[in-house]
């Protein structure tokens, strides 16, 4: 969804007088009309919470005087912990993200990890409409660059349940979707992002982890 979409939502529930609130949003960066048009809607919204630091003081930054902002989290985070349960192979889990460009490079990385660490690979997607020709295309690729050496890269079932499961499971996740490093840390299991997308690098930050991989 756009921010134009958004910003639209607010318009109208100002325009009928009913109450608005932003919750546990990611907002940013934004450019400095979109800056301009945030800070001219949002000065109308009664309640914001933010997920991560960034958003916030960038909220914080716009000085809205009529708003209450808070720090929140992701609600992705407030659910039942899942625990690690490793299974009989150890794997990576990767998620590439649909709308990102195929990068060899990283690929290149991912398959350098596995073969370092002898784990199959398992990539899956976190939305089917969007992700599941970067899947496909990258499980090719990884394919081609390790099966001389015995490991094996396979496509998991990418219901809800299905993901909670395989990060659990895995032994390191890898993603440029967020809410696959949020489930990976919240069942302690080590996580790298990867892409150019502010959302993983702000929640790596807020998460004490390491950076992640460039695109």
């Known amino acids: 969804r756009?921010?134009?979409?958004?910003l639209t939502l607010l318009s109208i529930a100002h325009a009928y007088s009913i109450p608005t609130m932003l919750y546990a949003n990611g907002i940013g960066p934004l450019t400095s009309a979109s800056l301009a048009r945030c800070r001219r809607l949002l000065s109308s919204v009664d309640v914001i919470t933010l997920r991560d630091t960034d958003s916030?003081?960038?909220i914080r930054s716009m000085n809205l005087p009529h708003t209450k902002v808070l720090l929140g989290a992701d609600?992705?985070?407030?659910?039942?912990?899942?625990p690690?349960?490793?299974g009989p192979t150890p794997y990576l889990a990767l998620f590439p993200k649909g709308n990102a460009p195929h990068q060899t490079a990283t690929l290149q990385a991912v398959a350098d990890i596995a073969k370092t660490h002898h784990l199959d690979i398992i990539l899956a997607s976190m939305s089917r409409a969007e992700d599941t020709t970067s899947v496909h295309r990258?499980?090719?690729?990884l394919s081609r660059l390790l099966s001389p050496h015995a490991l094996h890269v396979t496509i998991a079932s990418s219901t809800p349940r299905a993901i909670v499961r395989l990060i659990a499971?895995?032994?390191l996740v890898i993603s440029n979707r967020l809410h696959a490093l949020?489930?990976?840390?919240?069942?302690?299991?080590?996580c790298v992002g990867f892409g150019t997308d502010p959302k993983i690098f702000s929640f790596l930050r807020?998460?004490?982890l390491s950076p992640s991989y460039p695109p």
């Not at 756009?2 to 958004?6: E, H, I, R």
């Not at 990258?138 to 690729?141: G, L, V």
Request: aromatic fraction near 14%; charge should be positive; charged fraction near 10%.
């Open 56 to 58: 916030y003081r960038l």
């Open 169 to 171: 499971r895995s032994t």
């Open 206 to 208: 807020d998460a004490a």
């Open 182 to 190: 949020i489930l990976a840390f919240r069942s302690g299991i080590p």
């Open 75 to 82: 609600p992705v985070l407030s659910l039942p912990s899942t």
């Open 138 to 141: 990258a499980a090719s690729y």
């Open 84 to 86: 690690a349960t490793p």
């Open 2 to 6: 756009s921010l134009t979409y958004y």
